[in-house]
């Protein structure tokens, strides 16, 4: 069992940035592949970044080289640096906590992970 809590959103310009934190307790989070995935309002949820437990990382084409996910395992914390904010960034912003699949795309799907955080808002106005 893993508990994660998402901190860290907002309100923000765009071109901004914004630093989102997610904070795991429970079992050994360096054991985890960990993600982060958001839902925009009245759009499913979309996979937005990927690390897995040897620290390869998988990002969306969509956020790639404004978005950076990393993570800490000393602090059992993961984090999402997102830079370069534009409007369609709006959503809710969950971290997610699972397994390492055999091909690092995998890790966008939402069936890699068995723990879910209850999200942090971001909103970027124009």
């Known amino acids: 069992q893993v508990q994660l809590v998402e901190s860290g959103g907002g309100l923000v310009q765009a071109g901004g940035s914004l630093r989102l934190s997610c904070a795991a307790s429970?079992?050994?989070?360096?054991?985890?592949?960990m993600g982060w995935f958001r839902q925009a309002p009245g759009k499913e949820r979309e996979f937005v970044a990927a690390?897995?437990?040897?620290?390869?990382?998988y990002h969306a084409d969509s956020v790639k080289d404004r978005f950076t996910i990393s993570r800490d395992n000393a602090k059992n914390t993961l984090f999402l640096q997102m830079n370069s904010l534009k409007p369609e960034d709006t959503a809710v912003y969950y971290c997610?906590?699972?397994?390492?699949?055999?091909?690092?795309?995998?890790?966008?799907?939402?069936?890699?992970?068995?723990?879910w955080g209850q999200g942090t808002q971001v909103t970027v106005s124009s």
């Open positions: 997610a906590a699972g397994n390492d699949r055999f091909r690092l795309e995998l890790q966008a799907h939402e069936s890699a992970y068995n723990w």
């Open positions: 429970g079992r050994a989070f360096s054991a985890y592949a």
């Open positions: 690390i897995r437990t040897g620290y390869s990382t």
